[in-house]
Every structure is written in C-alpha cells, then in structure tokens.
C-alpha cells in the first residue's frame, strides 16, 4: 500500500507542480490559448496565478513533508487542498460542457493520498 501511494503521489507531484508553473510562467493569453485551457477566459490573471501557485505548493506538499518527515501531517493536508482545487476544475468544466474526465481522475486520487495518508497518522 505504501508503494502504491509513493508511486500516486510523485505522478501527482509531477502533474500539479508542472501545470502550476505553467500558470505561474505564462502569460494569461498565451494559457487561452492553449488546448483545454478555454476556462481561463472566465478567470482573471492574478487568479489564474493564484491557482498555480497552490498547485506548485500542493505538489510540493505531496512529496516533501512525509519524505522528510517534517510536519507529515501536511502531506494528507495538501492532498485534501488539491482535492478542493480539482473539485472547482470539475464545476467549472461541466459547466463549461467540457469534459471533466481528466480532472475527476485527478481529484479521486488526490482524495486517495488524502485518506491513506491521513488514516496512516493514526
């Protein structure tokens, strides 16, 4: 079980600190432009920034506190924010009839790291 929620949470790790930074580098216009991203139309660009900075944050949380075991409490902590944030995506892509597919995956698996690891504080 341990393995199986390292291996979740590096490509998780990967995933939200990669499209993090690229809210966080890139322009508001050049993130419109890119395939999937039709959302940010609806966002202003300090939100968009904002965005990307808890996912770089949260990627980071998923990893480092319970690799180092320092405050491994905020490793299920961060889970449950990314959790949070992939639930907006899942609103705002339905709403947009778009499909929520991708970000569903990514929310159950969030919420996975978050109660096992959670679970395993006990």
Do not use: C, D
Request: no cysteine; hydrophobic share 60%.
């Amino acid at each position: 079980m341990n393995i199986a929620l390292w291996i979740i949470q590096a490509l998780l790790a990967f995933v939200f600190l990669a499209a993090g930074a690229m809210k966080l580098v890139k322009s508001k216009t050049e993130l419109e432009q890119q395939q999937g991203m039709g959302y940010v139309t609806e966002r202003s660009a300090q939100e968009m920034k904002l965005i990307g900075l808890a996912e770089v944050l949260g990627g980071i949380g998923l990893i480092v506190p319970w690799l180092l075991n320092i405050l491994p409490i905020l490793t299920p902590i961060a889970a449950a924010g990314l959790t949070m944030i992939m639930l907006g995506a899942i609103v705002t892509h339905v709403r947009r009839k778009e499909s929520a597919l991708f970000v569903t995956g990514l929310t159950l698996l969030t919420l996975i790291v978050a109660i096992a690891r959670f679970r395993m504080m006990a």
